[in-house]
């Protein structure tokens, strides 16, 4: 039996712990990578803002619109900081795609543009500039923008935001 929680998905809870619901979920190491990447983010979090607010982002404090925020997963990699503002114009959030029956996996990352009061459901040309040929979750925050590109090395070396986070990552010691 497929253990339910949190959509099936591999996720991290508080206290170091990686919660994998099937084991078939790690014929790649880098899900298990991706993981640990967030168990580190949890225990650095101070070193981690640093990257994220090089890498253009800050945790935003304000509010989305409530019926974006009443539509919103929460993820529980990122439930302790959940809101985060990109140039001070993007704030990503993920938003279920059919909100009458909400399954936690079934979701689209939309982008509201904070001083406009608009949002798109394309990643904004600044963020795929800066963060190249993700796949559309890994927008969804920074933890998750980070973890996708550390957790597969090779595959995202050439983008400019590993640049960065690569010549902090002494500091995450």
Known sequence: MLFRSDGGMPHTRPYNMICV???KQLQTI???KHELWHVHQRNFQQQWTAIFNKLGWTEYKGKIPDSFE???????DT???PLWIYQNKWIPFPIFTDISKPVLSQVEIWFYH????YHVRRV???LAI???DLPASAYEHPRELTAYLL??????RHTPAWKIISSMMPQCE
């Not at 009443?70 to 529980?76: A, E, F, G, K, W």
């Not at 904070?114 to 009061?117: E, L, M, R, S, V």
């Open 21 to 23: 619901p099937h084991l």
């Open 30 to 32: 880098s899900t298990l």
């Open 70 to 76: 009443d539509n919103r997963r929460l993820n529980p």
């Open 79 to 81: 439930v302790d900081c």
């Open 114 to 117: 904070a001083t406009d009061h």
């Open 124 to 126: 904004p040309s600044s």
């Open 130 to 132: 800066e963060f190249p």
């Open 151 to 156: 957790s597969e090395p090779d595959k995202y």
